[in-house]
């Protein structure tokens, strides 16, 4: 497995940005997808954005379209998500995710990661 380590969470009001990163550690970073999902009180947890191993391939929720950006920088071992307009919906805790299986061409969906961070807070007010 690999650990996963996020900042970049906080408070902003509606329309506001954030940036969050995720340092990651312990595997070969550049050979696994990676993802950043996202679980509000009382929801499950639900996929926001994936990125394939080589940054060619990005997949994103339907809520967050147009709004958010993933990207890696494999020499960094880190994975970002850029959120702009954010709404007050977008309030979670947001997790990193690790993919567990090498050279995944997209990362979507629960059930393909098995290393996870520790989250980190977002909360937009309106």
């Known amino acids: 497995q690999v650990q996963l380590v996020e900042s970049g969470g906080g408070s902003v009001q509606a329309g506001g940005s954030l940036r969050l990163s995720c340092a990651a550690s312990?595997?070969?970073?550049?050979?696994?997808?990676m993802g950043w999902f996202r679980q509000a009180p009382g929801k499950e947890r639900e996929f926001v954005a994936g990125?394939?191993?080589?940054?060619?391939?990005?997949d994103y929720a339907d809520s967050v379209k147009e709004r958010f950006t993933i990207s890696r920088d494999n020499a960094k071992n880190t994975v970002s998500l850029q959120m702009n307009s954010l709404k007050p919906e977008d309030t979670a805790v947001y997790y990193c995710?690790?993919?567990?299986?090498?050279?995944?061409?997209?990362?979507?969906?629960?059930?393909?990661?098995?290393?996870w961070g520790q989250g980190t807070q977002v909360t937009v007010s309106s």
């Open positions: 990125i394939s191993w080589s940054g060619s391939n990005t």
């Open positions: 995710a690790a993919d567990r299986i090498l050279f995944r061409s997209r990362v979507y969906d629960l059930n393909m990661f098995d290393s």
């Open positions: 312990g595997r070969t970073f550049s050979r696994y997808g």
